[in-house]
């Protein structure tokens, strides 16, 4: 089998403020706008897990037959992080990254407080 040249794939991960409290204590959103993500990428959910705390802050892990989405709240500091990665070893899903993560800083209206890409 002749193979592209193996590169595994693009890391996203980003800090936010995020001025609207409400969204970091609303998991249940945050699971229909990475639902409605991953139809429009075409991404394959293959498990996720969502952990709501005392606080209303949660922690959601999306385990991808591309890799991962993950997200953990602090609404005391009005702050989440963010960490988006999808390899594929017959494309390159770099740009497709970049979008997913700039579909959810428009969901949150967030500003960007750290960016982090790493090629894996």
Known sequence: MDLPPYSPGLHKLVTLHVAEISKLTNSNGFVA????ILEKYELEKVGAVV?????DSFTISYCLKESHICIHTWPEYNQLTLDVYLCNYLQDNSDKVRAVMADYIAYFDAEIIKDFEINR
Do not use: A, G
């Not at 706008?33 to 409605?36: E, Q, Y």
């Not at 952990?51 to 606080?55: L, V």
């Open 33 to 36: 706008v990475t639902n409605s």
């Open 51 to 55: 952990h709501n705390f005392d606080n």
